[in-house]
Every structure is written in structure tokens, then in C-alpha cells.
């Protein structure tokens, strides 16, 4: 044991002995493993980021779909679905997407009821809108500062209504540490989001909360509700609508225009989205972009592969010359293969960890410029607010057990051809 | 008595681009343990490549290298280190770990022996005031004179308590004064009742041994 621990020190001490080797050594895996830690990092904040607001949101989504597109639904419905049994209580929410300022800067707007603002919103500088106030309006922190708007401050029209536009008034502003999804979003009552879209009486979609162990019977009796306005029934479960953006689950991008005027619409296909679909689609979302970004990781450490060998193997002569002396002076074959191992291993642990902390300052302190977009569509190179990330063991043991296995490959190939030769003809 | 050491016919053909060498042409040789060999003769005979077979540095192209009556040739790697683990030996060229300070590689030899860090340091400072190198424990060897590096070359050949030294020419670049350390080393190892081997040049130590090989 203790001669283990001796060779193992001198394995430690081997790593500052060939500076030029562990220097390009680690430079070559920091180079591989920063993207892959990082990459993955921001894949999983986001699945966790998503996966918490779905958990906060309601327990059954019910939407519209026409011409198997995505279509709001009347608010009529509201009461057809609070007769369900087991339905605690259902509210309208509109989601759509407005361009706001000079630079037409796309933004989310989400109108609920006042007094169903879901508490993961309520950490706002200034307040939040009050009923029937009227164009009240609480930003995203990103979007206020593209704005440069602040709390206090008033929008002119920026939209078209039939009722007449009006000026909307900066009551609140989200604090920047806010999921990401709401770096955008315009956040307003109901009344005011019908009115800034010209929808009275629809919504994007209905927000069912059910009593404790109802879910399943709720989202069946729902399925079996006949469209609103078609008093001859017919199962309208459709496809889940797809959720973007994740965190406002279940809703089409905004109301298509068509459906905004015109005479009579025909009647809606509700369609009814439960939690647990949503967990089943969002992640799946997230791991497929990681899935793709983890195959060019292994093309780019298979390219690596024999970069690597090439560090492992500098300054050959002088480690051949080091082998035949330890091999001369009595050291077994497997003492020097264990120094040559330590010696991998102290290098991969440096590399692995090196690159989880420059993981860390990329994701953290540079917002994870260049990298970020990958996964969010809409953030750009430099996406100047949080974006969430978690660095996990998982990436970093991976990469670490990859890492040794290549590096010590190199090394203990050299080193054992090294050692297994007569020492004589090394040391003339 | 089974010899010490002992080759029966030993050659060494090196092979080279330019036709092949023979180092070692046939030697037979017994060296009775606690003997004082001394190895002669003009450069290129194969006063090195004799001793390389003798430390199990080398394998022989042809005939017998036995240590202690077991073949060396044939033997395997393993046994072979053994063996190294038993000798001291003293190389012509001086090489060493050229980062490492000078303690580290008197003493490298007892790493994978377990000997404490603290203990290899306190026995390296010995051995290296035995060979008249005091106060540089921590030096490199690149910044070492040739006939320094020589003597902590001996100093290491020392650390392990070897039953036998063999030596390649250690004194030849030293002057009559600091060779003189390294001549009663190797006389008061022998001393001892332990076998040396050396390969000199050395009227001093040429008068130290008990026999003489004089090659080619
Ligand atoms: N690896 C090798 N390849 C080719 N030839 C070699 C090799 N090693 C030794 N020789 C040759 O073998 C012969 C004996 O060499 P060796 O080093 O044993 O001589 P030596 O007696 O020790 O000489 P010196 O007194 O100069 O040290 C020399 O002619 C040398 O050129
Ligand atoms: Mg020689």
C-alpha cells in the first residue's frame, strides 16, 4: 500500500516533470470537453427550467383546433367545463405574439384574470396590473431593457383594435432572474389582452385545476364534450398541440389572423393537454437537441483521438530514456505502467475539471454566449440575460472516463513499449 | 560454489544498417561472490556490453549469462527486475530524471520499494556527502559538472543496499582527488564481502581487484 501511495506520488509529480506534454495534453481535452459540459449543461437548466413551470401550471389545458391547427377556444366553454365533476376551478388565458418600438421587437403577451397570477410570477419591481385597470402592463426584464422602458413609463398604440387602441402603462418588471421564456413577455390582465388582439369572447386556451385524484375522470369527461356549438357531439381529442413557448403549454403561436374577424366561425375541436403530456413532450424536445449536440461531440473527440496520441507521446525519447532508467534501477514493468497511469489519470481530472469550471464562467458569467443558441432558438450569440444551465457529475464523469481512456491509452502504449525493451540500449 | 556471476560463451551481435557488430565475442567468465572484479581494456571492446548482460540490462545473442546459477538470458521480465532490484549499477553516460532534484534520484531506486519520502530524503543527503556532494540535494542534474554526475551516479548504485555493484568506468572523469571518495566506497563495499565489477581504465582501481579481465 504504501508503495503504491510512493509511485503514485511519483506519477503526481510526473505530470509538472513533462510540462510541454501535460500542457498540450490538457489543452486538446479542455478544447473538446468545454462544449460538451456546456452544451449539456444548458440542455438540462432548461429541461428543469421547463419541467418547473409545467409543474406550476394548471393540471388540464384544454385548446381549439380548426383545420387541425391550432384555434382558440369561446369562452362560452368555461362553463360547459366547470359542470365536470371534479373540476376545481377554470380560467381563460390568451397567449399570443405582439412586435413592439421602432425595432419591432417581438414579444409574448399573456393576459390571465387578475387574481390568477401564478405565484412564480409575482417577483416584479414596481406591481403587478390591477383589474379592470385597464392596458396595465408587466415586462419581461430582457424586453424592458431592448425597450428601454422601466416601471412608470407609457407605451403609445401598438396595435389595432376595433374598440380603439389605447396607451399602455409600465406597471411592473420582472427581475432578470426569471426563467428565460420570460425575458420577452409581456405580461397583462385578460381584458387587456382581448382587447390588444380585437378577440372578445376567446381565449387561447382554458386552465383546468382538478380536485385531488379527479384528473383522469376530468380529462375523460372533457374528451367526451361535444365542440362548443355542435350540439351533436364527436370525440374531439386531437393531437396535443405542440407547447411552444415551453412554460406556456399548450397553445398555438398566437391567434391566426383569419380567426380574429369575419362572420360566424365554425365550431372549435377542443383539445384536451394534461400535465403529464407536457412533461412527456418537453424534454423529449430538449433531449433530441442534446442527443444531436452529443453525436458531433463524439466525432469531435473521434478526431481527437489521434490529436491526443500525438501529445501523449511528446517527448517520447526522453520518457523512453526515463523507462529504461526506472527498468534498470529495478522498478517492475507494472510500477512504471502504474506511474504512466497516475500520470493519466492526474491529466484527465485536471482536463475534466478545467473544463467544468470554464463550463461554469461561460454559462454564468458570459450568459453562454455562442453556445446558448444552440438550444434556444430566438437567443442570439450574445444573449445578454441568464440563461439557465446545470452542471451536473454525469457530463463531467463522462468526460473524464473518456478523457482516460484515451489519454492513458496513449501513454501506457509508449510507455510499456518503453519499458519491456533492454534497458541497455536505451540508456547508451 | 555456485559463481555470483558467470557467462559461458557470451556473445552480443548488435545488428546494424552497416553489417552487424560483435560486441562480445565468447566470454566465459566466473565471478565468485565477495570477489573484486576489474574489467580492462581499449575503448570499444565491450567492457559496457559485458556489464549490461552481467545486470540483466541486456540479453546475450548467443551462450549463457547466470546470476547466482540461474540463467538471465531466458529468464522473464519479471524475474530479470528482480535481479536489477538486487544490484547497484553505475552507467558510463550518468543518466538521470533531469527534472527531478538530485535527492529524488539517488533515491529513485527505493520508490517502488515503499521507502518514505522523508527517509529517502535523509539517506539520499548521506550517500551524497559520501561522494563528496554536500549541501546539493536539491540541485538538478542539468546543473551538475560531469564528474558530479558521475559520482551521484554511484551515490544511487548505493541506495538500495545492493549485494553487488557493478560500475562502469566511475571514475574516469574525475581528478586523483575526488576519485579517491568513490575508490573507498567501492573498497570498504567490498570490504563488506560484497561483489564488484568494474570496468576501468583506472590504474587505482585496476589495483583494488582481486582478478582482472582485460578484453580484446
Ligand atoms: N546498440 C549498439 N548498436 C551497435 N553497436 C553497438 C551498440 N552498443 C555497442 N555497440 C558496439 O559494440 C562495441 C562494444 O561497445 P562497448 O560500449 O561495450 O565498448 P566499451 O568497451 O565499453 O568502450 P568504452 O571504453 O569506449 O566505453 C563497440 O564497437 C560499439 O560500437
Ligand atoms: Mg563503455
Redesign the interface.
Known amino acids: ?3 503504491l ?3 503514485a ?2 506519477g503526481l ?1 510526473a505530470v ?2 513533462h510540462p510541454l506534454r501535460s500542457g498540450a495534453t490538457l489543452l486538446c481535452l479542455v478544447a473538446v470537453l468545454l462544449p460538451y459540459v456546456a452544451a449539456t449543461g444548458v440542455a438540462r437548466g432548461l429541461a428543469d427550467a421547463a419541467d418547473t413551470s409545467i409543474r406550476a401550471g394548471a393540471d388540464v389545458y384544454v385548446t381549439g383546433l380548426r383545420f387541425g391547427r391550432p384555434a382558440p377556444v369561446p369562452l362560452a366553454m368555461i362553463e360547459t367545463v366547470r359542470t365536470v365533476p371534479g373540476v376545481r376551478d377554470v380560467f381563460p388565458r390568451i397567449v399570443g405574439e405582439v412586435a413592439l418600438g421602432a425595432d419591432r421587437i417581438p414579444a409574448v403577451v399573456v393576459g390571465v384574470p387578475a387574481g390568477r397570477v401564478p405565484d412564480s410570477a409575482r417577483f416584479v419591481e414596481g406591481r403587478l396590473f390591477a383589474p379592470d385597470a385597464g392596458n396595465e402592463l408587466v415586462l419581461g426584464a430582457e424586453l424592458a431593457r431592448r425597450l428601454s422602458t422601466g416601471v412608470g413609463a407609457r407605451i403609445p398604440p401598438f396595435y389595432r383594435s376595433r374598440s380603439g387602441e389605447r396607451v399602455s402603462k409600465v406597471v411592473g418588471v420582472f427581475r432578470s432572474d426569471l426563467p428565460l421564456w420570460e425575458a420577452n413577455l409581456v405580461f397583462c390582465s385578460f381584458e387587456t389582452a382581448a382587447h390588444i388582439f380585437d378577440q372578445e369572447g376567446l381565449a387561447t386556451s382554458l386552465l383546468v385545476a382538478c380536485e385531488p385524484g379527479y384528473r383522469d375522470a376530468v380529462v375523460a369527461a372533457l374528451r367526451r364534450l361535444p365542440p362548443p356549438g355542435q350540439p351533436h357531439g364527436g370525440t374531439g381529442s386531437g393531437p396535443p398541440a405542440p407547447p411552444a413557448p415551453p412554460g406556456l403549454p399548450a397553445e398555438g403561436a398566437g391567434l391566426p389572423a383569419e380567426a380574429a374577424r369575419g362572420a360566424e366561425p365554425g365550431p372549435v375541436t377542443p383539445v384536451v393537454t394534461t400535465r403529464d403530456d407536457l412533461f412527456a413532450l418537453l424534454p423529449r424536445g430538449m433531449s433530441h437537441l442534446e442527443g444531436i449536440f452529443q453525436i458531433h461531440f463524439v466525432l469531435a473527440f473521434a478526431a481527437l483521438i489521434p490529436l491526443l496520441m500525438v501529445t501523449a507521446g511528446l517527448g517520447l525519447s ?1 520518457r523512453r ?2 523507462a ?10 507494472d ?1 512504471v505502467l502504474l506511474q504512466a497511469m497516475v500520470e493519466s489519470l492526474v491529466l484527465s481530472l485536471l482536463g475534466a475539471s478545467t473544463a467544468v469550471l470554464l463550463a461554469w464562467g461561460w454559462l454564468d458569467l458570459l450568459d453562454g454566449s455562442g453556445i446558448a443558441g444552440i438550444f434556444l432558438p430566438g437567443a442570439t450569440a450574445t444573449p445578454g440575460f441568464p440563461v439557465p444551465f446545470r452542471l451536473g457529475p454525469v457530463p463531467a464523469l463522462l468526460g473524464f472516463v473518456v478523457s482516460f481512456a484515451i489519454v492513458s491509452a496513449g501513454t501506457l502504449y509508449s510507455t510499456w513499449r518503453a519499458a ?1 525493451a ?4 536505451a ?2 | 560454489m555456485t559463481p555470483h556471476f558467470e557467462t559461458r560463451n557470451a556473445c552480443r551481435v548488435f545488428r546494424s544498417a552497416t553489417g552487424d557488430v560483435r560486441a562480445l565475442d565468447g566470454i566465459s567468465l566466473a565471478v565468485e561472490r565477495g570477489a573484486f572484479l576489474a574489467v580492462t581494456g581499449p575503448s570499444g571492446r565491450g567492457k559496457t556490453t559485458l556489464l549490461a548482460l552481467l545486470g540483466a540490462l541486456d540479453r546475450p545473442t548467443s551462450g549463457l549469462v547466470l546470476f547466482d546459477g540461474e540463467d538471465l538470458g531466458g529468464a522473464s521480465e519479471p524475474h530479470r527486475s528482480r535481479v536489477r532490484r538486487r544490484l547497484g549499477i553505475v552507467f558510463q553516460s550518468s543518466p538521470m530524471i533531469e527534472r527531478l532534484p538530485l535527492w529524488e534520484n539517488v533515491t529513485y531506486p527505493l520508490v517502488p520499494r515503499g521507502v518514505p519520502t522523508r527517509e529517502r530524503r535523509r539517506l539520499a543527503k548521506a550517500l551524497l556527502e559520501r561522494v563528496g556532494i554536500v549541501g546539493r540535494d536539491a540541485a538538478r542534474p542539468e546543473e551538475l559538472s560531469g564528474g558530479e554526475r558521475q559520482r551521484v551516479g554511484v551515490a544511487r548504485a548505493l541506495a538500495a543496499d545492493p549485494e553487488a555493484i557493478l560500475a562502469d568506468e566511475p571514475t574516469s572523469d574525475l581528478d586523483r582527488g575526488t576519485a579517491e571518495a568513490v575508490v573507498a566506497l567501492l573498497r570498504e563495499f567490498h570490504a563488506s564481502g560484497r561483489t564488484v565489477i568494474v570496468a576501468t581504465h583506472d590504474p587505482v582501481l585496476e589495483a583494488l581487484a582481486t582478478r582482472t579481465l582485460r578484453l580484446g
Not at chain 1, 533492454?422 to 540500449?425: F, I, R, S, W, Y
Open positions: 500500500m504504501r508503495k501511495a510512493a509511485i506520488r511519483t509529480v509538472l516533470l526522453g530514456r526515463e529504461a532508467l526506472m527498468k534498470a534501477t529495478g522498478w517492475m514493468t510500477e519491456t533492454a534497458p541497455a540500449l540508456l547508451r
